[in-house]
T-cell receptor, first 112, second 118 residues
Framework: GQQLNQSPQSMFIQEGEDVSMNCTSSSIFNTWLWYKQDPGEGPVLLIALYKAGELTSNGRLTAQFGITRKDSFLNISASIPSDVGIYFCAGPLRSSGDKLTFGTGTRLAVRP | GAGVSQSPSNKVTEKGKDVELRCDPISGHTALYWYRQSLGQGLEFLIYFQGNSAPDKSGLPSDRFSAERTGGSVSTLTIQRTQQEDSAVYLC????????????????FGAGSRLTVL
């Protein structure tokens, strides 16, 4: 079954607003990855987190590896239209032989 | 090539026909994944190859689905006797290593093969 739950499932925001989304699991992860999928494309890696408590930024994106190692957060500041897409969290699930497991996704739409 | 290449990009087939989808991973990448994505949905894990280890087939939805990886490089996903519910985008991804190590699991995805079963 699904091991990673993302919220919100979808969101509409006004251009220029900040966005927050999160990913939670009942299992501990040693790595958290955040991907973005544009329409008609495969997901692309945005940020990788490897240490509990780590806070990493990539331009307008900031992600944090939760201290409990069971959650992660992604923030987008000053959203723009090209931020539209589906955001996935992912991590290697030890109980599944460390293969990468993806979250349910957060669909972001921006009102221009 | 520089990225993960998938072919065909689009495939329309009739119910009951067999289809083959191909994935060319990044040269040297030892881990290769196949995922399925139905319209507007998340990524459903299908199968995972890691080096010379036996593949993890735990995500294959039925015995109509199979995959192989020849020479540790190119992979083919085969769907026999296709059904309408098989319609989806099939995504392939590869990574240099896989596991819980720092730097691992950075998957590079192909653009996907969109399958439509009529």
């Amino acid at each position: 079954g699904q091991q990673l739950n993302q919220s919100p499932q979808s969101m509409f925001i006004q251009e220029g607003e900040d966005v927050s989304m999160n990913c939670t699991s009942s299992s501990i992860f040693n790595t958290w990855l955040w991907y973005k999928q544009d329409p008609g494309e495969g997901p692309v890696l945005l940020i990788a987190l490897y240490k509990a408590g780590e806070l990493t930024s990539n331009g307008r994106l900031t992600a944090q590896f939760g201290i409990t190692r069971k959650d992660s957060f992604l923030n987008i500041s000053a959203s723009i239209p090209s931020d539209v897409g589906i955001y996935f969290c992912a991590g290697p699930l030890r109980s599944s032989g460390d293969k990468l497991t993806f979250g349910t996704g957060t669909r972001l739409a921006v009102r221009p | 090539g520089a990225g993960v290449s998938q072919s065909p990009s689009n495939k329309v087939t009739e119910k009951g026909k067999d289809v083959e989808l191909r994935c060319d991973p990044i040269s040297g990448h030892t881990a290769l994944y196949w995922y399925r994505q139905s319209l507007g949905q998340g990524l459903e894990f299908l199968i995972y190859f890691q080096g010379n280890s036996a593949p993890d087939k735990s995500g294959l939805p039925s015995d109509r689905f199979s995959a192989e990886r020849t020479g540790g490089s190119v992979s083919t996903l085969t769907i026999q006797r296709t059904q309408q519910e098989d319609s989806a985008v099939y995504l392939c991804a590869s990574s240099l290593v896989s596991g819980a190590l720092s730097g691992a699991n950075v998957l590079t995805f192909g653009a996907g093969s969109r399958l439509t079963v009529l």
